[in-house]
């Protein structure tokens, strides 16, 4: 009894500190783009993609689960997603994506996005050794090589697409 007060006191404690701030993506540098609001930004890239993944499009796949990922943590740190239905939905998206990829769950999710942004940016360079360096083995613990193959695949995340729905119809009203 005691032991178990402990414990529910000590994860009641490390609740409280510092939580990290959420993860930011890169702005697309696409010219003449329209600027929208990141969390829109990246739903509908997301959406694009996990609409009807193709396979051989490893740069898309990158990007998306990219996407997946800052929003997983964007959602719920944004006051006006806060209350979100996909915000439970993107969390699962994000550890299947991770899954997938053999990203491991206590990764952090700044490194992820960066480095599948710049594996993709590199693809799109047809870059292969650039794409390989961007995902580290800390991070990416399937290796460069298999984590390319495995975006060539679009890897499956069943909760991609009812997550990314749930996000269409924007914030919810205040």
């Known amino acids: 009894m005691i032991?178990?007060?402990?414990?529910l006191g000590a994860l009641a404690v490390a609740g409280c500190g510092p939580t990290a701030p959420p993860?930011?993506?890169?702005?697309?540098?696409?010219?003449?783009?329209?600027?929208?609001?990141?969390?829109?930004?990246?739903?509908?890239?997301a959406t694009a993609?996990?609409?009807?993944?193709?396979?051989?499009?490893?740069?898309?796949?990158?990007?998306?689960?990219?996407?997946?990922e800052?929003?997983?943590g964007a959602v719920p740190a944004d006051p006006r997603w806060q209350t979100s239905q996909a915000t439970v939905q993107l969390v699962q998206a994000r550890n299947q994506g991770r899954q997938a990829l053999g990203i491991p769950a206590a990764a952090p999710a700044q490194g992820v996005i960066d480095g599948l942004t710049r594996a993709a940016d590199a693809l799109d360079a047809n870059d292969q050794a650039a794409a390989a360096q961007a995902l580290p083995a800390s991070i990416f613990t399937a290796g460069p090589q298999q984590t390319l193959r495995r975006l060539a695949q679009p890897p499956r995340i069943p909760t991609a697409s009812a997550a990314l729905f749930a996000l269409t119809v924007g914030p919810p009203p205040r």
Request: aromatic content about 6%.
């Open 23 to 45: 993860p930011t993506i890169p702005a697309s540098a696409a010219p003449g783009e329209r600027v929208i609001e990141p969390i829109t930004r990246a739903a509908n890239n």
């Open 49 to 68: 993609f996990f609409r009807r993944p193709q396979p051989n499009q490893p740069a898309a796949a990158a990007r998306a689960i990219a996407d997946i």
């Open 70 to 72: 800052f929003l997983a």
């Open 3 to 7: 032991r178990r007060t402990v414990i």
